[in-house]
């Protein structure tokens, strides 16, 4: 039987995969497996192998204790070459946040100007 813990983090792996899914128009769908689903790598991903979604590997935490850098340690860890490690995260009755390095978020600042 899984505990309310591991419960609540595959919920919220379904709830950011609808917004994503919903925002970018694409078909973003939980990973139960990793090992199942070789088409992207982290909690989360994106069937179209041409999404923008695809270039990054999804850490989603819904904890009380924010633990942001294991967490980014750990999407370092298990991002795929060329993949950008992020982490979107939130607490109860909070927004969600996304953490990444901040080399990271400046070279996709760069890819906007």
């Known amino acids: 039987m899984k505990n309310k813990s591991q419960l609540k983090g595959k919920e919220y792996e379904r709830e950011i995969a609808k917004f994503l899914s919903k925002y970018f128009n694409e078909e973003v769908k939980r990973?139960?497996?990793p090992e199942k689903y070789k088409w992207h790598s982290g909690?989360?991903?994106c069937r179209?192998?041409?999404s923008i979604l695809n270039r990054f590997h999804w850490?989603?935490?819904k904890r009380e204790r924010?633990?942001?850098l294991d967490w980014i340690h750990k999407a370092e860890d298990d991002a795929?070459?060329?993949k950008t490690p992020?982490?979107?995260f939130s607490k109860n009755r909070?927004?969600?946040y996304v953490c990444l390095s901040l080399q990271d978020f400046c070279a996709l600042l760069k890819e906007l100007e």
């Open 59 to 61: 850490e989603l935490k």
């Open 80 to 82: 795929e070459a060329l």
């Open 31 to 33: 990973t139960p497996s």
């Open 43 to 45: 909690d989360v991903g």
């Open 94 to 96: 909070e927004n969600d």
């Open 48 to 50: 179209n192998s041409k």
């Open 86 to 88: 992020l982490v979107v």
């Open 66 to 68: 924010i633990e942001i």
